[in-house]
């Protein structure tokens, strides 16, 4: 291929991070030609910098304090996690930040990948400037799908680039344990690599500029995360932001705006995220570059018929599988308008990201792992719904003292009075996080509190408390 | 009280296992006078010698399972489990075997409790042997539920007796590990047992009659467990049977139908159930003792409109979750008699057991877990229903692999075909036990598969296998 050689595909995808890749397989799978160009490694973000490795780091600090406070067992597992082993561990699932076999598998279901930057050149035209400064240009007969996800965003610090804070990537990816870190942030990236790392040897100390953890989910999941992070050894500091920072003689200075001085070896920034979109050509198709991308449930993006936003940079949802799920009916979308066909666009229809609305999952991979599907009781009364929180101490249940010797956890199912479905639950403890997937089914598919009295947990799960929620709701 | 004396109640429950517990709490819930009768301890046979008991000797085993399975950890955990210190812990949640917990329970809700032998002497009349053979004559102007649940059944093999053979009972409250043991059986408890004793140090022996483990789960379940109790150093026979059995000095000898001789120090029984009514006078209202007791929806015997025969009793389903589901049915049922109500009880009414048939859970503790809800596609295919099974290797779900090195399990979902409902679930792997219920919601729900692709699982757990299962159905 040559600099003017001109290729036409009917979907191309920029971005190939899980979200791309899911859009292409779809497109690919109705008999569409697809492209997806990547501007470093196919599989993404959640590949070698997120998901995955941050699992792998996590894995067996959960592991091991589930084993700590087993009886039995408790005594053979009081050392300190073998840290080489778990990285080593990470370094395998990130496949040693290769993307071989992800490129493989993009070749295997038929499409082409173009590594370079790709950049929207005006509408259904793609240019793509490879690493050798090559360029090639893409048209797309149907769609254009953007799929460049989030990164980073920094605070505008004085002199924090000369730092060389960590932000999610390095906090993912380091391949040693610093002896004194500081988590700046108390969202998901701030509470799960504070956990791994606390875990793996270091001294880690949280800034936090609210009030608590995991603002997001129900107030008790952060109360719990924090309390155990502490129990742990990490110094955990709510409202307290960074007023400055640098570096004196490799260590990291940090001043807190109440004037105190805390030194590490580290400095992770986990303080929210930014869309990747300000060099993807935006500009020429008259959006506005560094913006996030406003979408209809089918994924396309207001205004322009043939573009779509789909995964992180449109802001639904910044998750992993909400991108795939976007991105599998954004697929099906685009399929089913070149093909002419009628969208099943309506709530809950096969080209309508309804989930998105109300019915997002969400677990955080924390001793206590802290899982939510659905609406917190706030965004529940936010969005207008009559509704009632019941709430249940997990350690009541007889299958999570079973679980775990000392257990400590809550859960929250808020209902909606109107029609008594089930519009979020939150459950924080250890051993949730398979237990989700339960309420996520219960809220999208609306499954009334009637019905619910006969899905029986099986005895003695720790999942018996939706049987101690319905009790709880029925005897307030 | 005195032998004459006469005590009418509205409501008589006859056994004060958790199923009993249960119907005595919802009849009292409703204003109806209630008594509960019990010849052993209150709690019954699931609190002292069954879920309780097991499950506290296993969730060591499975944390130890998991903890090998875990790097960064497994180096610390490959000694034998501190088996003194679980079987203190089992004991402890076995109350050393008290009821005064359960008791204050019980008169906590306004329940009266009598100790001894219930017996029917006719309509509507409980006669209670005490345990210093002081009768006293209940009436009942409600209802009867009979509640006295199953025992273990043993072969009629000759001299079984002197052998002194385990049943479930003593295989869940022994203080003192085996050195060998023989289990004899592969259902439940036969594979829980054989898994928990192999763990805490007996050589496990395992004779099945029939072709394998675990048989009324789908195939793989039984083929996962067996594989891996033989990993564990258990000896699994299928296709044999016990033929003859003696103790020798002390030393049990069985002998195989196929003249095989085994030696051990104990030999458990674990091949079936009995109901427990041979002796709560059915005779004196013209019904079998000794029999299983069929009943409606509502919990009500066939035939006797102030009879109820509730959990184990009633065959529908010999699961303590199960019982209690029924108990809470059948509580409510006798409430909105008495009260005259119409009852709601169609089909997943709140006056109808209808999870019973069909959309019964089940969780089995092993190393791996096995986990089903509804019906395996033999049952399905048996009930005439037109479906189709996909199955997942659930090792190549990322959250699995993430879970467990080297992770090996599978998951199948059981298909409707007329109206794409989900029939059953089978999961069989580390870490299944608390998905379950998402299966079971999905099955109690008549979620369609349509609605279950916008119920997005959260990245990366085990539970991602629902949209592999989901994926595999659309392209078969």
Known sequence: MTETESNVYDVVVIGAGPVGENVADRTRAAGLTTAIVESELVGGECSYWACMPSKALLRPVIAQADARRTPGLSGAVQGPLDAPAVLAHRDYYTSNWKDDGQVQWVESIGVDLYRGQGRLT?????????PDGERRVLTARQAVAVCTGSRAALPPLPGLADVRPWTSREATSAQKVPGRLIVVGGGVVAVEMATAWQALGSRVTVLVRGGGLLERMEPFAGELVAEALTEAGADVRTGTSVASVGREDGTVVAVTDGGERIEADEILFATGRAPRTDDIGLESVGLEPGSWLETDDSLRVTGHDWLYAVGDVNHRALLTHQGKYQARIAGAAIAARAGGTDLDAGEWGAHAATADHGAVP????????????????????????????????????????????????????????EDEIVRGVTFVGPGVGEMIHAATIAVAGRVPLSRLWHAVPSYPTISEVWLRLLEAYRDA
């Open 362 to 417: 969400q677990v955080v991979f924390t001793d206590p792992e802290a899982a939510s599907a659905g609406l917190t009781l706030a965004e529940a009364e936010q969005a207008g719904h009559r509704v009632r929180a019941v709430d249940v101490d997990l350690s009541t249940v007889a299958g999570a003292g079973l679980y775990a010797d000392g257990y400590k956890g809550r859960a929250r199912m808020v209902v909606d009075l």
């Open 122 to 130: 005006g509408p259904r035209t793609v240019e793509v400037t490879g």
